[in-house]
Nanobody
């Protein structure tokens, strides 16, 4: 059973930084791609950033230049480094992985950006 567990969320002031982690129960190298999504109250879940097995990355326009997705296969972990946080970044952040023709989701971690 593939499991993804996110951590690192919390309360941050505008302009602050935070790093989210997603630990997988299998090697992250085995995933064709991994991604971070977020869902704010009353809104649909949206893609934030993704990374392929080969290391190619993609970002939502709203986070380009502020967020960085990375992967440490030795630690079975995908990270989302978030800088220059804004109140509109407030959401539950989810990790998603594509492996063996199936998609897997974590349970989510809450990020609140507020003064």
């Amino acid at each position: 059973q593939v499991q993804l567990v996110e951590s690192g969320g919390g309360l941050v002031q505008p302009g602050g930084s935070l790093r989210l982690s997603c630990v997988a129960s299998i090697s992250t190298f085995r995933f064709n791609a991994m991604a971070w999504y977020r869902q704010a109250p009353g809104k649909e879940r949206e893609l934030v950033a993704s990374i392929t097995r080969g290391g190619s990355t993609n970002y939502a326009d709203s986070v380009k230049g502020r967020f960085t997705i990375s992967r440490d296969n030795a630690k079975n972990t995908v990270y989302l480094q978030m800088n220059s946080l804004k109140p509109e970044d407030t959401a539950v952040y989810y990790c998603k992985g594509y492996y063996s023709s199936s998609y897997y989701w974590g349970q989510g971690t809450q990020l609140t950006v507020s003064s």
